[in-house]
């Protein structure tokens, strides 16, 4: 059992989203590609249009849309725990069918609550960010209730506050570059709101998996600093394969 003072390894946190990254790319945007191209559509449809009703339903498709994807990062990041990746996309998306509600629910009301500490003070958001940096792992991984699980992520995070907060800024700060870029490049050529649309779908493509692979590493070395077994969470309750096609008669 690893001491309770031990503080996160940042720069391992960071090597090992990297490395998860590139081994699993193919994973990745075959999982984001399922969800964000689809909700990503109707998102840009709904934010483009002139009503506001319209631009706040079309923010919350698109939260939705991120909510599951970080679950079933979390559950690929769970999955390879025992150094192999076993489930199939179409699993590791279903596999998080049971805290799904929970998962969309905690996440949207978390992501205004942070906006609103954002738009009140930066350092309310700020905290509730860092505070809440492990709530889709939690809820994924652990089945936390909606009323558990905000307490929980900070339970993992607070004796870590400012090595989880470095983690989160340095992949903001990479994503914004990224996103920023790609969104120029695409400017240039035209300003279409087709074309607009894409550059948001190809940058959650590439960059979310990012913030998910972020937040399911922290998670899991949190969970060993404090010395939980990792056999209580290395095994993904994965749906079973479908069965062989009956024999022609």
Known sequence: MRPMTQKLDVGGVISRVFSLYTQHLA????????????????????????????????????????????????RLVQDVRDGRLDASIGQLISSITPVLVTLIVVGVLSSFAEGIGFILCIVPGVFLVTAWAVLSPVIVVENAGIGEAWGRSWTLVKGNFWQVLGVIILFFVIEMVAGIILALILLAISNAVVLAIIAAILARLLLAPLQALAASVIYFDLIDLQGQPAAAVADPPLPPPPPPPAPAV
Do not use: N, Q
């Open 27 to 74: 994973t990745l945007l075959g999982v984001g590609a399922i969800i964000f191209i689809p909700f990503g559509i109707v998102e840009g449809i709904l934010t483009h249009s002139d009503g506001f009703i319209l631009r706040i339903l079309g923010t919350l498709v698109g939260l939705v849309g991120t909510f599951l994807f970080i679950g079933a990062v979390v």
